[in-house]
């Protein structure tokens, strides 16, 4: 009765949700009109039968999960590998990521025929889920076929298991068809037993979001375009707003009133915001140019306009603030800049990341504001003091190692449950 009223509301829906993709959506980002079918479980291209599926909603767990993908195609390398998202960056991405070493295609919207047509088209023989990607339609199709699920590096938050307890019923059906879950620590484990999650499936792990290893070529790259700017103070507003970009140009021109030669480089969340930003760029006093053209060494501001390249412009940094974060938009990781050793400057709004903040706060690695003039005191504070921005940028990059080793935590369960899979 649960999957039935679920699925009944869903179709009550259906005809919103498909015009807010392909419509709305589509009208801010054309790409999201392409491989539209996909999302209806309909696919043009050749999806691998009895594949090992990944689903990484968007663009943030698919850096995460990188790492343990490529980890496991070595380990698994006869494993048909099929790896699944909701939007088109988060597509890129993997494509960027992974190449031709997995499939890519689009989850399909979890209507009840839509999730059957692709569970029975591929048949999987894993279903691996980031973070808090719980499907009804999915799971029940899944377990038909007697295809595990597995809930890696999942996170509930306080207020989401709220939610989720005001649909106690569909969350309790969710629950009982997962078999394994990993989950980022002992509070978010115990909110996802309280949802009705036997204790036997749940396993701390960890976050792999701290598994970041850098490689020679991510520092060289780095390096090289450092020399580009020439000495420069340089800050990064990495994955900004609408209602942020504002805040962030704002404390800019007050850090220039110092530091006169400092450098922003403003990287939007979302593609549909470059033009957005570059008005807003347009308007100010300030000289800026776009990372996809020739940088004009006048420029006070360069437009990260270029997908896949924040944790490089990281690495080309002083100090880097994280965006989502002054805005109630919950925040974005902060462990790539924390891998390159940056102090991290962050707003108030953190809670999608409260599993890694709080270890940083205790470091004195992060530190928090409240607006723009906060924001650009802190920076001429930091920037007229290397020897703490260094100690803070160490501390981040501690914060980083003595919390890494989930990605092998996690591919040893997913062996397990592979192994199980064959033997049955």
């Not at 259906?14 to 539209?36: D, H, T, V, W």
């Not at 993908?69 to 006869?78: A, D, H, M, S, V």
């Not at 998202?85 to 689009?106: A, D, F, H, K, M």
């Not at 399909?108 to 591929?122: A, E, G």
């Amino acid at each position: 009765m649960t999957q039935l009223l679920y699925s009944l509301s869903l179709a009550l829906l259906s005809p919103l949700i498909l015009l807010y993709l392909y419509a709305i959506r589509g009208n801010k980002q054309s790409a999201y009109r392409q491989n539209f079918l996909e999302r209806l479980g309909i696919y043009s291209t050749e999806i691998p039968k009895h594949a090992v599926v990944f689903h990484c909603a968007s663009v943030g767990e698919v850096l995460a999960a990188t790492p343990l993908i490529k980890t496991f195609i070595q380990q698994n390398p006869l494993e048909n590998i099929l790896v699944t998202c909701n939007s088109p960056t988060g597509r890129v991405q993997i494509e960027q990521n992974l190449g031709n070493t997995v499939t890519v295609c689009y989850l399909p919207i979890d209507f009840y025929f839509s999730s059957k047509r692709f569970i029975h088209h591929v048949q999987p023989k894993l279903l691996v889920m980031l973070e808090t990607e719980l499907w009804p339609n999915l799971f029940a199709h899944a377990r038909q076929l007697n295809c595990p699920i597995n809930i890696i590096n999942a996170r509930l938050s306080e207020k989401s298991f709220l939610g989720y307890q005001k649909i106690a019923p569909l969350s309790r059906f969710i629950m009982q068809h997962i078999n394994t879950l990993a989950s980022h620590n002992d509070e978010d484990a115990q909110r996802f037993i309280r949802l009705g999650l036997e204790p036997h499936k749940v396993m701390v792990t960890g976050s792999i979001k701290f598994d970041i290893q850098l490689t020679k070529h991510d520092k060289n790259t780095a390096n090289q375009l450092k020399q580009t700017f020439s000495e420069r103070p340089i800050w990064v507003a990495g994955s900004t707003h609408p209602g942020e970009h504002e805040q962030i140009l704002a404390a800019h021109q007050i850090l220039l009133n110092t530091h006169p030669s400092a450098l922003l480089i403003i990287a939007p969340r979302h593609p549909e915001q470059f033009n957005k930003v570059e008005a807003l760029l347009t308007q100010s006093p300030l000289q800026h140019c776009r990372r996809s053209s020739t940088f004009d060494p006048k420029s006070q501001v360069l437009l990260a306009d270029t997908l896949g390249e924040l944790k490089m412009l990281f690495g080309c940094a002083d100090i880097a603030y994280i965006g989502g974060s002054l805005i109630e938009r919950g925040g974005h990781n902060p462990l790539e800049a924390a891998a390159f050793s940056l102090p991290i400057l962050t707003g108030p709004h953190v809670y999608n990341f409260a599993h890694i903040y709080p270890l940083l706060f205790e470091l004195n690695a992060a530190t928090k504001v409240s607006n723009s003039q906060e924001l650009a005191s802190l920076l001429n504070t930091l920037l007229n003091d290397e020897p703490q921005r260094k100690t803070q940028g160490k501390q981040a990059l501690a914060c980083l190692a003595r919390n890494q080793g989930a990605i092998t935590k996690t591919l040893n369960l997913l062996q397990s449950q592979l192994k199980t899979t064959e033997q049955s």
